[in-house]
């Protein structure tokens, strides 16, 4: 298991470790819930020990929200507690814009009354259902029968009874949520039964919520699992909106520094350290290239550490998401445009899923893991593309770009992946990525005299000798750019760049080579002439 998958899988403990918001729910008559009603019951604190919850904090952690949820994804819910003697029925209803009460005719029965402890009913039993409108539904507990008139009570505080003469009116709040801590996507929905039932100004209830308890599990809340910013540097920045408290949970744990041009530690650095690269190599941009030589660098550009850097840039260091440009620290991304899935981060544009291992029925989107879009909403023009959990462009659904190498479906066609791209400084967008450019040095006029000893490293021409012509000899390579100058066209005007080659070649042999060539060709001409009669 590399470091990437176990840096994944440290994420996915934490975000379901790490605290959740507290929260004091109150009901309209000033009583604070849940409470402990000691009449020998089991207790909300006593199921939470039993079942390996031990950072939840049955008082603190007990919300009103989330009150609604998808069913599109395959959850089940398990009965885990039942300490009423109440029979009663729990049901789920069609969350519809604008309600303000709900009526038993609106509840879908999930969970007949008297059902033991240990029932499970999974997302099928309401997404198969032709009452299912779509959408959101909410959970409710109802007693079909005697001493009780019949009004639900559900999730949605808003849709319980009033507590007009109470000093804050409002609805008695029958129900509290508790996000799992050891289980992704799992909530405890527990509910007051209402054995007396809740009146305009009395709750009649010991408000221990013990009565009915339902452990659901693959559950997506409304407006939760949304990619989000935590406010921290490097890779910890991403994270995933939280249900309940809502606020942003980081889902991506700082590791060791890699060259993949992201801040992999967290501390505001990127690619930083030695030892990132082998063979020799450094570390520019997030890839491993080359080092350069001295003399192998643009005339305002000095060879530090392998890398080409602008001379007016040695000494400058910027932070995070900035890079030196002429001696002063600039947006790194400023103007970028990376191409297809790329995103910028610290002047390289990456492909931020890349090393992350998401658990079945989660996708990765903009480096965190969630949902698949089967179990949530695509917005307005988008659809679910169910082979790789993601929202796409509408137009694109069916559209398959495999067979054209390096393109991308927008608007319902397939463009190149470079289409509309603008990379970084000293950068060229190539089969779909951005690489690094080698500059290129422009060919000077042909050399007025090879006699006179000058070596031109630009094209060197026989022509009127054997006819041959050695173009490619006076090709320079700087090999690697600076991390923050990049490789900038020559301060003279007129260089040209090429994407990097696969073999490892400095600019600096180059030369040596075209040299030596030039040299053995004067001696073969001179040769000639001493045999000419």
């Given at each position: 298991?590399?470091?990437?998958?176990?840096?994944?899988?440290?994420?996915?403990?934490?975000?379901?470790?790490?605290?959740?918001?507290?929260?004091?729910?109150?009901?309209?008559?000033?009583?604070?819930?849940?409470?402990?009603?000691?009449?020998?019951?089991?207790?909300?604190?006593?199921?939470?020990?039993?079942?390996?919850?031990?950072?939840?904090?049955?008082?603190?952690?007990?919300?009103?929200?989330?009150?609604?949820?998808?069913?599109?994804?395959?959850?089940?819910?398990?009965?885990?507690?039942?300490?009423?003697?109440?029979?009663?029925?729990?049901?789920?209803?069609?969350?519809?814009?604008?309600?303000?009460s709900?009526?038993?005719?609106?509840?879908?029965?999930?969970?007949?009354?008297?059902?033991?402890?240990?029932?499970?009913?999974?997302?099928?039993n309401?997404?198969?259902?032709?009452?299912?409108?779509?959408?959101?539904?909410g959970?409710?507990?109802?007693?079909?029968?005697?001493?009780?008139?019949?009004?639900?009570?559900?999730?949605?505080?808003?849709?319980?009874?009033?507590?007009?003469?109470?000093?804050m009116?409002?609805?008695?709040?029958?129900?509290?949520?508790?996000?799992?801590?050891?289980?992704?996507?799992?909530?405890?929905?527990?509910?007051?039964?209402?054995?007396?039932?809740?009146?305009?100004?009395?709750?009649?209830?010991?408000?221990?919520?013990?009565?009915?308890?339902f452990?659901?599990?693959g559950?997506?809340?409304?407006?939760?699992?949304?990619?989000?910013?935590?406010?921290?540097?490097?890779?910890?920045?991403?994270?995933?909106?939280?249900?309940?408290?809502?606020?942003?949970?980081?889902?991506?744990?700082?590791?060791?520094?890699t060259?993949?041009?992201?801040?992999?530690?967290?501390?505001?650095?990127?690619?930083?350290?030695?030892?990132?690269?082998?063979?020799?190599?450094?570390?520019?941009?997030?890839?491993?290239?080359?080092?350069?030589?001295?003399?192998?660098?643009?005339?305002?550009?000095?060879?530090?550490?392998?890398?080409?850097?602008?001379?007016?840039?040695?000494n400058?260091?910027?932070?995070?998401?900035?890079?030196?440009?002429?001696?002063?620290?600039?947006?790194?991304?400023?103007?970028?445009?990376?191409?297809?899935?790329?995103?910028?981060?610290?002047?390289?544009?990456?492909?931020?899923c890349?090393?992350?291992?998401?658990?079945?029925?989660?996708?990765?989107?903009?480096?965190?893991?969630?949902?698949?879009?089967?179990?949530?909403?695509?917005?307005?023009?988008?659809?679910?593309?169910?082979?790789?959990?993601?929202?796409?462009?509408?137009?694109?659904?069916?559209?398959?770009c495999?067979?054209?190498?390096?393109?991308?479906?927008?608007?319902?066609?397939?463009?190149?992946?470079?289409?509309?791209?603008?990379?970084?400084?000293?950068?060229?967008?190539?089969?779909?990525?951005?690489v690094?450019a080698?500059?290129?040095?422009?060919?000077?006029?042909?050399?007025?005299?090879?006699?006179?000893?000058?070596?031109?490293?630009?094209?060197?021409?026989?022509?009127?000798?054997?006819?041959?012509?050695?173009?490619?000899?006076?090709?320079?390579?700087?090999?690697?750019?600076?991390?923050?100058?990049?490789?900038?066209?020559?301060?003279?005007?007129?260089?040209?760049?090429?994407?990097?080659?696969?073999?490892?070649?400095?600019?600096?042999?180059?030369?040596?080579?075209?040299a030596?060539?030039?040299?053995?060709?004067?001696?073969?001409?001179?040769?000639?002439?001493?045999?000419?009669?």
């Amino acid at each position: 298991m590399n470091k990437h998958t176990l840096a994944s899988l440290a994420a996915s403990v934490a975000l379901f470790a790490a605290p959740f918001a507290e929260a004091i729910v109150t009901q309209p008559n000033g009583l604070v819930v849940p409470r402990d009603s000691m009449n020998g019951e089991s207790q909300l604190y006593t199921l939470f020990s039993m079942r390996g919850e031990a950072g939840l904090d049955w008082q603190r952690d007990g919300d009103r929200t989330p009150a609604t949820f998808s069913p599109l994804c395959d959850f089940r819910a398990t009965l885990v507690l039942r300490q009423t003697a109440s029979s009663l029925a729990v049901g789920w209803y069609n969350v519809r814009p604008g309600m303000t009460s709900l009526a038993p005719a609106d509840i879908n029965t999930i969970v007949p009354a008297g059902s033991p402890v240990g029932t499970v009913i999974s997302g099928a039993n309401i997404r198969t259902s032709p009452n299912y409108l779509g959408g959101q539904i909410g959970f409710a507990l109802i007693r079909t029968s005697g001493g009780f008139d019949g009004r639900p009570f559900a999730t949605q505080p808003e849709l319980n009874p009033q507590c007009t003469a109470c000093a804050m009116p409002g609805p008695w709040v029958m129900s509290l949520i508790y996000p799992s801590r050891t289980t992704a996507n799992a909530f405890y929905v527990t509910f007051e039964d209402g054995n007396v039932g809740a009146t305009p100004g009395s709750f009649q209830n010991d408000g221990d919520y013990n009565d009915y308890v339902f452990f659901f599990e693959g559950l997506q809340c409304t407006g939760g699992g949304e990619p989000c910013n935590t406010g921290m540097m490097g890779v910890c920045a991403a994270g995933l909106t939280r249900c309940g408290a809502m606020g942003c949970q980081q889902s991506t744990m700082p590791s060791s520094e890699t060259c993949d041009g992201q801040d992999n530690d967290c501390d505001g650095m990127t690619d930083e350290g030695g030892g990132l690269c082998t063979g020799g190599n450094v570390c520019d941009r997030g890839r491993c290239v080359p080092p350069c030589l001295e003399g192998a660098c643009f005339d305002s550009q000095r060879c530090i550490n392998g890398l080409c850097v602008e001379a007016t840039c040695v000494n400058v260091n910027c932070p995070e998401g900035q890079r030196c440009i002429d001696g002063a620290c600039r947006g790194a991304c400023d103007a970028v445009v990376c191409p297809a899935d790329r995103v910028c981060r610290a002047g390289a544009c990456v492909d931020p899923c890349a090393g992350v291992m998401c658990p079945m029925g989660q996708a990765c989107n903009s480096g965190v893991c969630r949902a698949s879009c089967a179990c949530s909403s695509c917005a307005a023009g988008q659809s679910c593309n169910s082979a790789s959990g993601l929202c796409v462009d509408s137009a694109c659904v069916g559209v398959d770009c495999s067979s054209m190498a390096n393109t991308v479906c927008r608007a319902g066609a397939c463009v190149d992946r470079c289409a509309g791209a603008r990379c970084p400084a000293g950068q060229m967008c190539a089969n779909g990525e951005c690489v690094t450019a080698i500059p290129v040095r422009p060919e000077p006029s042909p050399e007025p005299s090879l006699e006179a000893g000058v070596i031109d490293s630009g094209a060197v021409s026989d022509a009127g000798m054997d006819g041959s012509t050695a173009r490619d000899a006076g090709s320079f390579d700087s090999g690697a750019s600076g991390r923050d100058a990049g490789v900038a066209p020559s301060p003279t005007g007129g260089c040209g760049c090429r994407a990097p080659q696969p073999a490892s070649r400095s600019g600096v042999v180059w030369l040596a080579l075209a040299a030596g060539a030039i040299v053995v060709r004067r001696a073969n001409r001179r040769r000639r002439r001493s045999n000419t009669p």
